[in-house]
């Protein structure tokens, strides 16, 4: 698998890198190599003056259950090519922990959002898989962003 990997180059024509490890479980880890590389990306938005910007929360969904959301704001969009082949929908950004943002409406907001739902009553060890799945997600998105692991913000909803 390594080996395929080395060879798999990016849209920009620039060569895909290997994650970490854990990067092996991620869907986006074949995806992105349809799009252009994470420095490229980067570089248009920066070009582009696009503040490029991730917001990570936990929202209630209803009484018995809540969700860590992801919300990447201000994305290009290509960059939004690549987060909705990977799960993320198009959306309003959200206000606070109990308004969700609305799904489906025009991109000129540029927030794309991904949930990760669980039951309040769930299982601790689920919770923990839930957090180390957001890990992996902020591992694979920070080299996109343009100030790198600067435009990570958790607890912190987007203005």
Known sequence: MDRL???????????????????DRHEARFIRAAFSCPHCLAELARRSMLDTRVFVNLRQQASDG????????????EL????????????????DE???GI???LHDDRFWSK????ASDADPRQVVE???RVKLEMT???PYLPLGAEAIEYCTFPL
């Open 5 to 23: 990997l080395f060879n798999m180059t990016h849209r920009c024509g620039h060569r895909q890198l290997p994650g970490a490890s854990a990067f």
């Open 66 to 77: 809540l969700a860590f959301v992801i919300e990447v704001a201000d994305a290009s969009d």
């Open 80 to 95: 939004g090519e690549l987060l909705a082949s990977t799960g993320y929908h198009s959306n309003r950004k959200t206000l």
């Open 98 to 100: 109990m308004s969700p």
């Open 103 to 105: 799904r489906g409406l």
């Open 115 to 118: 949930e990760m739902s669980f």
């Open 130 to 132: 839930i957090i180390d």
């Open 140 to 142: 694979w998105l920070e």
